[in-house]
């Protein structure tokens, strides 16, 4: 729906697969000092360092987790990075390096690749890391993407999922649900277009839900605010598959329970405004969206002064004991259990 179709299209055949790689690496600069050699040898060297090492890889294949009718290449290219930096980040860590393998198929001009790249390149910008390799294919069928990306940490910086403790706070950054509510108006376009390709897409009023699953961001911020504040989070993740999914991983690790309020969740007004006109349970959508790259964590309550008011955080409950399980408490005070219902899990409603 949002295709050119009247781009200049060079076949990647003729350019071999040596000549793609050179073409699509060589706009890339390289910004770590822990960054020894990049693309180019058989292997990249990174200077390991007195820190620990962090290394985290997703993999992304066209149909099963983007759909390119309403996905720009550019923007797929920056959110495949940005969702592996969030994995560091989410250990309180900082990112330095990439690398990106890509499996393509002819239907593919080199100008499709392009596009992805610039979209790789502005995440590397943006982020301050290093594209360092990656590998090169051809696939029968569509593209797929895979990312790894490396930071370091200090040994006592790093957050793991299994340390909450019974009484810990429960934060959150940022506001919760819009990326998936942007798919469904999205999708939404989609079967209008369908139906009538004249139909331009109406896409206004939806702008933050659209940028929120087009052009997520990843929470570099979060650790430098921490450590301002001066607290460090007992437990912590990124809310990639909604928000119960990730708590119950927090609890599960932690072996605790948990409780959280929601009137303490934090919605965007298009979040409110569109779950409205879309007739669905705004708390539903913040507690199984996903794809938000928030980061979720716990504190311990002595820290509850600090946390408090900060415009980026909210806190949304609190750790109990295990046995008192794990529990949304709604507005009328109704105690209901929390469902691990992953964003996949909604889709097939
Ligand atoms: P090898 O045959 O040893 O695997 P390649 O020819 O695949 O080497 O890769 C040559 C160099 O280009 C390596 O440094 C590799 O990491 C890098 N590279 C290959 N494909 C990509 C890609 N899609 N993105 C970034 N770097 C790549
Ligand atoms: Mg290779």
Redesign the pocket.
């Known amino acids: 729906m949002l295709e050119d179709k009247n781009q200049a299209r060079t076949s990647l055949a003729e350019l071999g ?2 000549g793609l ?1 050179n073409h ?2 060589k706009h890339f600069k390289i910004s770590q000092k822990t960054t020894l050699k ?7 060297v990174l200077d390991a360092s007195e820190l620990q090492t962090l290394v985290t890889t997703d993999l992304l294949i066209e149909g099963v987790h983007f759909d390119l009718s309403y996905m720009p290449l550019k923007h797929l290219g920056y959110k495949s990075v940005v969702v592996n930096l969030s994995d560091v980040y989410a250990m309180n860590g900082s990112a330095e390096q990439i ?4 499996a393509v198929s002819n239907r593919f001009p080199l100008e499709a690749i392009e596009e992805l ?1 610039a979209g790789i390149q502005l995440a590397c910008e943006t982020y301050n890391v290093d ?6 294919t051809s696939s029968n069928k569509g593209i797929l993407i895979s990312v790894t990306a490396i930071g370091k940490a200090q040994k006592e910086d790093i957050v793991y999922r299994d340390g909450a403790k019974e009484t810990d706070l429960i934060v959150v950054s940022g506001d919760l649900g819009a990326a998936y509510l942007g798919l469904q108006v999205l999708e939404r376009e989609k079967q209008v277009f369908k139906v009538n390709p004249n139909n331009q897409p109406d896409l206004d009023g939806y702008s933050y839900l659209i940028e929120r699953q087009l052009k997520p961001e990843a929470r570099k911020d979060i650790s430098n605010l921490l450590k301002e504040m001066d607290v460090k989070p007992t437990a912590m993740i990124d809310i990639s598959d909604g928000l119960s999914s990730e708590i119950m991983h927090i609890c599960s690790q932690s072996k605790v329970g948990c409780k959280i309020y929601e009137e303490k969740l934090p919605l965007d007004p298009q979040v409110i405004s569109t779950c409205e006109e879309f007739d669905i349970d705004s708390t539903m959508i913040a507690l199984s969206g996903g794809e938000d790259y928030e980061l979720l964590f716990t504190v311990p309550i002595s820290d509850f002064e600090k946390v408090k008011g900060n415009p980026h955080l909210s806190i949304i409950g609190h750790i109990t004991e295990k046995a008192a399980g794990m529990n949304l408490v709604t507005r009328a005070n109704q105690e209901l259990e929390l469902k691990a219902q992953g964003w996949n899990a909604l889709k097939n409603e």
């Open positions: 697969e040596f790689i699509i690496t990049g693309v180019g040898d058989d292997a990249a690398t990106v393998s890509i790249y594209l360092i390799g990656g590998d090169t």
